[in-house]
C-alpha cells in the first residue's frame, strides 16, 4: 500500500492530559498500520469551537481557524487538512466555507493573517479522518488489517450532529447514515442497526453555557444505547 500524506490538525482535546489524548495514541496506531502519515501543522492554535460561540462576533473565531490552514498550506501544500476531532473539523471546515463565499470576510481575515507573515490560498480540502477511512483506504483494506476482531461485542455508533450537518460524508443519507456501522461491522463487531439518537445533538456548544441541558441531551444518548444492550458507544 502506497503511504498517504496528510496534514494533520490534532486540536486541543488531543493533547496530554486533555479528554482525547488516548484517542490520538489510538489514531496514530491505526495510521501506522494503514501506511497513513500524518504531518501535524506546526504552531496550531485553538480552533475555539465551543467557547468561541459563547459571545463576540464570527470574525476572531473564524480567523484562528484560517490561521491553521493557512500554516497547512504554507508548510505542507499539496495535503489535504484532516482532523480526528468532530468540532475542530466542523470549525476549520466552517471557516473554509465562510470565507469562500463572504469576500469582506475573507478580505478582513487576510489583513489579520497578514500581520504574522501568513496567507490564506482556499487550496486545501478539510476533511475528518472517517472521510479518510472510507474514501481514500476503504472497508476492505481497513478489514485486511484486523488481528483481533471484536467479535461478541454489541456497539452503537453515534454519529452526532457534527460530522453529520451541514456537510456531513460524501452519499451519506443525513437521517441514517451508514458508515459507522459499517465500520464497526468491519472490525467484527454487532452494530446496533436501529439506534435512535444516531444523529441527535448531544448539546457540546452548550457545554459552557447550559451545562444542565448539554448533560440531559447526553443522558437520552447513553440511556438509548442501554436499552439497545450496547455494550459500548463509539464515534467519529
Not at 481514500?136 to 471484536?150: A, F, N
Not at 451519506?172 to 463487531?189: H, M, Q, R
Request: glycine residues 8%; charged residues 25%.
Amino acid at each position: 500500500m502506497t503511504k498517504k500524506e496528510y496534514s494533520f490538525y490534532p486540536g486541543c482535546s488531543s493533547q496530554k492530559g486533555a479528554s482525547s489524548s488516548n484517542y490520538l495514541t489510538s489514531v496514530e496506531t491505526m495510521c501506522d498500520s494503514l501506511d497513513i502519515q500524518l504531518n501535524t501543522i506546526p504552531d496550531w492554535n485553538c480552533c475555539s469551537a465551543s467557547i468561541g460561540y459563547g459571545g463576540g462576533c464570527e470574525a476572531p473565531r473564524i480567523a484562528l481557524s484560517a490561521r491553521n490552514i493557512a500554516l497547512s498550506e504554507k508548510h505542507h501544500p499539496g495535503q489535504d487538512i484532516v482532523s480526528t476531532c468532530a468540532a475542530c473539523w466542523l470549525a476549520t471546515r466552517e471557516a473554509k466555507e465562510r470565507l469562500d463565499e463572504d469576500i469582506i470576510l475573507m478580505t478582513d481575515t487576510k489583513t489579520a493573517l497578514a500581520e504574522c507573515d501568513l496567507e490564506y490560498k482556499s487550496t486545501s480540502p478539510v476533511r475528518h479522518m472517517a472521510e479518510v477511512l472510507i474514501e481514500d483506504i476503504g472497508y476492505d483494506q481497513i478489514g485486511e488489517k484486523v488481528t483481533r476482531p471484536l467479535e461478541g461485542i454489541k456497539i452503537a455508533g453515534y454519529v452526532g450532529c457534527q460530522t453529520n450537518r451541514p456537510f456531513g460524508i460524501d452519499g451519506e443519507s443525513f437521517e441514517n447514515p451508514k458508515y459507522l456501522d459499517k465500520l464497526v461491522t468491519t472490525l467484527g463487531a454487532d452494530a446496533v442497526d436501529d439506534y435512535e439518537k444516531k444523529v441527535s445533538c448531544c448539546g457540546g456548544a452548550l457545554a459552557f453555557s447550559e451545562p444542565d441541558k448539554s448533560q440531559a441531551m447526553i443522558k437520552e444518548i447513553i440511556e438509548s444505547a442501554y436499552d439497545h444492550n450496547a455494550d459500548m458507544i463509539v464515534t467519529p
